[in-house]
């Protein structure tokens, strides 16, 4: 039987050693996130949200515990390997738009160069149109708003063949409007049964959440569905 859990997380833990100390990211966080529908990662600042997402997104290893990614684990790997497993299967969208993005490069050579990151052929025009941006592909990055760019974020991770959709406060930078658009882009992903994992403190993204995970003080609080 197929494993129904994208991810499964036990006992992990994140330290920051800092010249004061070490300051704890994370900490013994056990959790199991299914393969499909929104996963929201809710906390004040510090609570370890974005920790926790880069330690998903395999762009750091844990300092503890194990987590095991499509039915492996991932402690084992080497970092060539994680390198390719987070190029072929994690797309990470930052809450800064610019820090997603080749600015000198146009629209559609974004995506063809996400595509070409994870060896992968895409067709442009078919990606803009399912992500509401029609006619944009010679366009140059400046030319979109905020709300633009971050739905284009989105379609680098889809050019890449991403299952697995990691963004961390995709909304915070961006006004009402903008962050409306990336609303209605995360809608669709979960719709396409894409595993979209979100954190956030904008409540109506955690209201869109399939399940929710409280952290506080780097610990999980709670989860609920
Ligand atoms: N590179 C780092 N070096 C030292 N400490 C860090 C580092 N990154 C995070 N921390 C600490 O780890 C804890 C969790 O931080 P994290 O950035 O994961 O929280 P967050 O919930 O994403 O906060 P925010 O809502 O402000 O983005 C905090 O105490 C933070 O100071
Ligand atoms: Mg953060």
Redesign the pocket.
């Known amino acids: 039987m197929p494993d129904e859990m994208i991810f499964r997380l036990s006992g992990v833990g994140?330290d920051?050693?800092?010249a004061a100390g070490t300051?704890?990211?994370?900490r013994d966080v056990t959790l199991d996130v299914p393969r499909a529908g929104m996963t929201v990662?809710a906390?004040?600042?510090?609570?370890?949200?974005?920790?926790?997402?880069?330690v998903l997104a395999l762009v750091e290893p844990p300092t503890r515990g194990e987590i095991r990614f499509r039915g492996r684990e991932t402690g084992p790997l080497r970092h060539a390997e994680r390198r390719a497993l987070r190029r072929e299967h994690l797309g990470l969208v930052f809450?800064n738009p610019p820090d997603n993005l080749l600015p000198h490069l146009t629209v559609a050579d974004n995506l063809v160069a996400a595509a070409r990151s994870a060896r992968r052929t895409c067709r442009p025009a078919e990606i803009l149109d399912r992500l509401g941006l029609p006619g944009t592909g010679a366009w140059p990055i400046a030319a979109l708003s905020g709300g633009q760019q971050q739905r284009l974020a989105f379609g680098c991770a889809l050019a890449r063949g991403c299952s697995v959709i990691l963004a961390?406060?995709p909304t915070s930078q961006l006004d009402r409007a903008s962050a409306d658009l990336v609303l209605e882009t995360l809608r669709e992903l979960v719709a396409q049964e894409f595993a979209v994992l979100v954190?956030s403190?904008d409540d109506r993204l955690i209201g869109l959440g399939t399940r929710v995970a409280r952290?506080r003080g780097?610990a999980l609080a709670g989860v609920e569905r």
């Open positions: 994140v920051y050693p800092t300051v704890p990211g994370i990662f906390g004040p600042s510090g609570s370890g949200k974005s920790t926790l997402l880069r809450q961390d406060e954190a403190h952290l780097g």
